[in-house]
């Protein structure tokens, strides 16, 4: 499976059978005080239990294990600081190869110590993008090791598409699915796996209002960059990916967006209500329903909550009120 | 089933019976990361995931459905003001009848608005003992409601060890069940299931240092009142019932006791691993595990994790840090 091709979805099911000994098939959960405030029937599907507390860790072990044994044996790399990077470093570790990740010596000590913790070699850099890039380069050339890309990626794609793929296997007859969207990667996903296993349901992705390149990208017909990205999603900061974009389109994905405080309204709704925690890129979807960003009376609707990776000395909602 | 009579396990298997339609089956779940911490196999029974957020909708579930059609017309009571008058309120509506809930003038908006959202009637009192205990007895002369007791009451107490029944049921062999004490509901039903489905396995609960009169009523063979408690467990401030005192003791229950440092540490692991919401009470059997309170290296021990109720706004750990 080239990298730059769009997955098929035959590329889902072989991610499903090759990540099924590694990932959690998480569990879909309801809540019947937020189905009465949307006024509709909703299924999470909760990717904030996956391994590493998001549902990156299938795009990248899809990836890891996808690799060839020689060039398995070189590593992987990546310059992502986040849920991929520790998604990364946790599938490089269960196959037994390095992960080299490139981050900003501005990072945060909790992001580094969640890498650092499932195994990753952190390399410093300054904190610019071409910095990062030199630095990615540099590692490349000594090791020889792969690139994985968070979302520009094939393979990672199909990973991601898992996660529909179980939430259609375990609810029938879902009206629409709906993701977040950053850059693309488990939205194109999940559009794949759902126009391929039940296409009268619609994909609709949700996008906070101060970073909605996604959505003028579609509006426009091109890929809109994401400059200067005001909210407090900070896993939904990035632009789509040429990769993710043309299939968004293709598979006629819609995209909602949504003000931060509803984020933060239904990230504590689902913190009071289902007693979970989920990170607040994993909220925009219910953010926007609460909002009436898109109706949804008397429907189902499958959620896919992305993760919940939160540090928990920085919520978002005031505190001793 | 009198309410002042030790329930047998029987009593717990109807009790089973009769909440199936109400309550949840709540999951169990494991968490690697915490295994790790603590040397031993964890299993998670959630009750945080339970009907108003705690195991206390057992026990109030089946008092309510216990009642005799007559006697149920007039209603329920209780002065409680936490999570089992949530409960008794809920279970008295799925009943169709009504729960008087008296309630200190003083109690917050936050407990006042769960019980009110759950249908209870609110009866506000001054904020003493003699006047909650008034209050209550001018509720049943002008209702004729039954007051059910939090855990003095038979029917609660066979309510409360369904919890445990579902966890032998759901995991074999296990070495040690661990909750939480307060009044020593759930400890005493979980005894009953424990030592009648499992004679082998211990039953252990934890308990705050600040509010350790359970523990030193053990030791003392005798009923010690809790007497000013300082804990941040706010569900545990309550002193043993006769009922629950001689079932904990002829059932060979122990107890331990734990730091509150110790139990927000574990409240807040279980929050970043598990990624699941519980509150203060709940996580005094991982935290004393932490503790090193009791040996369970390489055991396999079930933890029912009591309830989910959390002001998020008053979170016991720092912000902004």
Chains 1, 2 share one sequence.
């Not at 899809?62 to 044994?69: I, R, T």
């Not at 490089?92 to 992001?111: D, F, N, Q």
């Not at 299939?247 to 309204?265: F, W």
Request: net charge neutral; proline share 5%; aromatic share 4%.
């Amino acid at each position: 499976m080239s990298r730059d091709v769009q997955p098929s979805f035959a590329d889902v099911g072989a991610a499903a059978e090759r990540i099924r000994p590694f990932a959690h098939r998480t569990p879909v959960l309801t809540c019947s005080s937020l189905d009465a405030m949307v006024g509709a029937s909703l299924f999470f599907k909760c990717e904030n239990f996956q391994k590493v507390g998001a549902f990156k860790f299938r795009g990248a072990c899809n990836a890891v294990f996808s690799l060839g044994e020689e060039e398995a044996q070189r590593g992987v790399a990546t310059h992502s600081s986040g849920n991929h990077a520790a998604a990364l470093s946790l599938a490089a570790r269960l196959r037994g190869i390095p992960a080299h990740v490139v981050m900003p010596r501005t990072s945060r000590a909790v992001k580094r110590a969640a890498v650092a913790g499932y195994g990753g070699r952190i390399v410093l850099c300054e904190p610019t993008l071409a910095a990062r890039e030199a630095t990615l380069a540099e590692v490349i050339a000594d090791t020889g090791a792969t690139v994985i890309h968070p979302y520009t990626d094939a393979r990672v794609i199909a990973g991601q598409g898992t996660a529909a793929l179980e939430l259609l296997e375990d609810v029938r007859g879902l009206d629409v699915v709906m993701t977040p969207v950053g850059g693309g990667g488990l939205l194109s996903g999940t559009a794949i796996s759902v126009t391929s296993l039940s296409p009268a349901t619609r994909v609709v992705a949700a996008e906070p209002e101060g970073a909605d390149d996604a959505f003028r990208s579609l509006q426009e017909g091109r890929i809109v960059p994401s400059v200067n990205p005001q909210t407090v999603c900070d896993g939904l900061l990035t632009s789509l990916g040429t990769l993710t974009f043309a299939i968004i389109r293709e598979r006629l994905a819609e995209i909602v967006t949504v003000s931060d405080a509803a984020v933060i309204r239904a990230m504590r709704h689902v913190w009071e209500r289902m007693k979970i925690v989920i990170e607040p890129s994993a909220a925009v979807t219910l953010g926007a329903l609460l909002e009436g960003r898109l109706p949804v009376s008397g429907l189902r609707v499958g959620i896919i909550l992305s993760g919940g990776n939160v540090d928990l000395s920085e919520l978002p909602w005031g505190q001793n009120q």
